[in-house]
């Protein structure tokens, strides 16, 4: 890998092109400020490039640290991979950098479509991920090695000197594309067109360095070759901007089928709703199904959260515990701007106020205008005793406890109506920070009710979940209810699991695999009762079905788990 030192030759042969001086349009200095011009263009659609990679795959897959470190892993053992290459390359530099310029430009800028396409028809990208990875990183890596070789035929200097100017262009480069991706692409463009607008800046770039400045040196067949070939280049990326629209729905109707009315892209996740928009006539509607003839559903990144088949008996299970047993005037919501925790709250008579916190703002939006959803939530969030908060619910609670300092909480109910703990972005809203604070806003007696994963497929999840409570010095109650079977292959956070079979001969097996459950966890102070409220509505779920989960869930304990930290999350393991 590491070529010998060249023999001393004696005589005058002429000098191969790397170290020909090359012949300009422009004096030196200014074809020296050109090439490093090219070496910041490339380095920032590089790093552009490695976090759409990133940031797709996490959107796809979800799971950031472990995408990250797929990508960055494979990229760069394949720009190590692409340097060596490019020494091959270097008696050719000019040509060798046009073509490396043209297939990067290509190969980056389509990644995004790519990965999306896989995923959307043939039902799983990391294979494609792990490819473009490769790939991009092989293209990125030979840049240098061939860059170098050109600067040095603008003007020869030391090699040390050489080195410090296209890393600091390199650098620099690598900063402005890091900041663009997420400050100015991703909002202004998205991921497909901001992609593709960068694989076609790249080509421009390394079409202007070859093609101009050194197209003195080119042989009249390469200036050709190389003239098509970014043309050809330029027009598939603009033909894949013309068709991104298009290509996007097509997409999502293989994801989400052809019922999907509502899909935006906000500031903090994809949002997307299905099915109809009729209106619940009695507390037991909520199937909107004009039109497209499936229950309405709300997706957030390509994860199920809602849909009106099975949501009322997931928040009638995860609500009504920590309704029973004691005061609840006062109830806060930790998540949950789709307003359906807090529909189930309002229905409490003794309820005088109920605040909500969520992230996105567009959800709160989509809940109070949208039909389908405003229907299903029966307007709660446009009711007066509710105030909805636009926050991270961390930062929310931290913020509460600073202002509280030395004062008692004052819910009487909290509701963590969040992600799921599996979720690499949602795993401080399950740390033992979180729920200390979450602790600090409970009134004296009152219970804390959170929504904790599937308790079978992902038991190990479910119950560090548990361990993290108790962990603030709060007492458990960890209980399932029933649910529907999920018909959505995305890995929604909110889908009922099947239970495992039987571990072997004689082992306890559950219910058959069609009954699939969602796991909650109720916390106190003191040892939480299941009683039933005296204002409880008729609709509330059956307490008998939820002491049989909590017993059923007793059975299942795994005991000994270390509570998730910030520092130390373990919802991954």
Not at 320 to 334: D, E, I, S, T
Request: aromatic residues 6%.
């Amino acid at each position: 890998m590491i070529d010998p030192p060249e023999p001393l030759v004696v005589g005058a042969l002429r000098p191969p092109e790397v170290l020909t001086p090359a012949r300009l349009p422009v004096p030196c200095g200014l074809g020296r400020l050109l090439v490093l011009t090219v070496v910041f263009v490339c380095a920032a659609c590089g790093l552009v490039y490695e976090l759409e990679l990133v940031a797709m795959a996490s959107y796809l897959t979800g799971d950031s640290v472990t995408q990250a470190s797929v990508v960055l892993s494979f990229m760069v053992f394949a720009m190590g991979v692409g340097a060596l290459l490019a020494k091959r390359l270097r008696c050719r530099a000019a040509v060798g950098f046009g073509a490396v310029e043209t297939v990067l430009a290509l190969v980056g800028g389509s990644s995004a479509m790519a990965l999306y396409a896989c995923f959307a028809w043939l039902g799983q990208s990391r294979t494609a991920l792990v490819g473009f990875s490769l790939g991009i990183g092989v293209l990125i890596g030979a840049e240098i090695p061939l860059l170098m070789t050109l600067i040095q035929r603008v003007r020869r200097q030391d090699a040390g000197g050489a080195v410090a100017d296209l890393f600091a262009a390199d650098y620099v480069g690598a900063l402005v594309g890091g900041l663009a991706f997420p400050f100015l692409l991703l909002p202004c463009l998205g991921q497909l067109t901001g992609t593709l607008v960068t694989g076609a800046v790249n080509q421009l770039a390394g079409a202007v360095l070859v093609l101009w400045l050194f197209g003195r040196d080119l042989t009249p067949r390469a200036r050709w070759v190389l003239l098509a070939a970014n043309a050809l280049a330029l027009a598939l990326l603009g033909a894949g901007m013309a068709l991104a629209g298009p290509f996007e729905q097509a997409a999502r109707r293989a994801v989400y089928g052809t019922a999907a009315r509502v899909a935006e892209q906000t500031g903090v996740q994809e949002v997307v709703l299905t099915g109809g928009t009729d209106v619940p006539q009695d507390d037991d509607a909520g199937r909107g199904r004009k039109g497209s003839g499936r229950p309405l559903e709300l997706y957030l990144d390509g994860r199920l959260k809602v849909s009106s088949d099975s949501e009322r008996a997931y928040h009638q299970a995860l609500v009504g515990p920590a309704m029973a047993g004691g005061r609840h005037a006062r109830a806060l919501v930790l998540g949950g701007g789709d307003g359906l925790a807090a529909r189930e709250l309002l229905r409490y008579r003794a309820v005088r106020s109920v605040t909500v916190v969520e992230i996105d703002p567009e959800v709160v939006r989509l809940a109070r205008t949208d039909p389908g959803l405003s229907a299903l939530n029966r307007h709660a969030l446009d009711d007066p005793r509710v105030r909805v908060v636009t926050a991270d619910s961390f930062n929310w609670l931290r913020q509460q406890a600073r202002s509280r300092r030395g004062r008692a909480g004052q819910y009487d109910v909290v509701v963590s109506d969040l992600p799921d703990p599996g979720i690499t972005a949602s795993t401080k809203l399950y740390s033992q920070e979180f729920y200390g604070l979450a602790l600090r806003t409970l009134a004296p007696g009152g219970r804390l009710a959170v929504h904790a994963g599937p308790p079978l497929a992902r038991a190990r999840v479910y119950w560090t979940v548990e361990a993290t409570l108790r962990s603030v010095g709060l007492v458990t109650m960890p209980y399932r209810a029933a649910g529907r079977r999920p018909d959505f292959s995305g890995d929604p956070d909110r889908s009922v699991v099947p239970l495992p079979p039987p571990a072997g001969p004689g082992a306890r097996g559950g219910p058959p695999s069609a009954t699939r459950y969602w796991g909650f966890v109720l916390a106190a102070r003191r040892p939480p009762r299941l009683v039933a409220a005296p204002d409880a509505p008729s609709t509330a779920a059956p307490l008998r079905d939820l002491r049989a989960g909590w017993r059923g869930e007793a059975q299942e304990r795994i005991p000994g788990l270390p509570p998730s930290t910030l520092m130390h999350p373990r919802y991954g393991q």
